[in-house]
Antibody, heavy 117, light 106 residues
Framework: QLQLQESGPGLVKPSETLSLTCTVS??????????WGWIRQPPGKGLEWIGS???????YYNPSLKSRVTISVDTSKNQFSLKLSSVTAADTAVYYC?????????WGQGTMVTVSS | EIVLTQSPATLSLSPGERATLSCRAS??????LAWYQQKPGQAPRLLIY???NRATGIPARFSGSGPGTDFTLTISSLEPEDFAVYYC????????FGQGTRLEIK
């Protein structure tokens, strides 16, 4: 059964870069049918799509975050990663990784990232 | 950007009742709309994709309708475990989510 697990620091200082990794187990990230995405949810608020990547490295990003976001993939490790630069308190959220084709059908459990000095 | 507006913001119903949740898109999204359920402290769970297709393992009491700009998620007879927050999401133009509908026990 495919599972996704987020990992990375839970605390990031303002103006620094947030870095998270999603490890895929129970299946291959190189499946031709799916993209792999990042979604976040500020405390008590709704969901916001950050961006997605195909195993070939093709990416597409939320236009509102595009200038600060980089998503990459490492097929040898079955992982994909998120970097969000110049973070502020507004970037404090639970960050989820997920697989998607027609919809986000498999999600990681999420990891809380707080931006604070 | 396509804006998805969900209504109502909160829906108060009793177990056994029928729930109807709405999602309106600011422009047509064809059938590229999905519905998710989220419970506190959990990741969202996919219920419906492409407007009306139930995801694997989702009970038949959940159904979705579309396409176009007005979409509905219907829960035919509420079970206690159905009380949660529901989100719609489109993939016609980039990816956006609605702001959510909270379904609470009356």
């Amino acid at each position: 059964q495919l599972q996704l697990q987020e990992s990375g620091p839970g605390l990031v200082k303002p103006s620094e870069t947030l870095s998270l990794t999603c490890t895929v187990s129970g299946g291959s990230i190189s499946s031709s049918s799916y993209y792999w995405g990042w979604i976040r949810q500020p405390p008590g608020k709704g969901l916001e799509w950050i961006g997605s990547i195909y195993y070939s490295g093709s990416t597409y990003y939320n236009p509102s975050l595009k200038s600060r976001v980089t998503i990459s993939v490492d097929t040898s490790k079955n992982q994909f990663s998120l970097k969000l630069s110049s973070v502020t308190a507004a970037d404090t959220a639970v960050y989820y990784c997920a697989r998607h084709g027609s919809a986000f059908d498999i999600w990681g459990q999420g990891t809380m990232v707080t931006v604070s000095s | 950007e396509i804006v998805l507006t969900q209504s109502p913001a909160t829906l108060s119903l009793s177990p056994g009742e029928r729930a109807t949740l709405s999602c309106r898109a600011s422009q047509g999204v064809s059938s590229y709309l999905a519905w998710y359920q989220q419970k506190p402290g959990q990741a969202p769970r996919l219920l419906i994709y492409d407007a009306s297709n139930r995801a694997t393992g989702i009970p038949a009491r959940f159904s979705g309708s579309g396409p176009g700009t007005d979409f509905t998620l219907t829960i035919s007879s509420l079970e206690p475990e159905d009380f949660a927050v529901y989100y719609c999401q489109q993939r016609s133009n980039w990816i956006t989510f609605g702001q959510g509908t909270r379904l609470e026990i009356k």
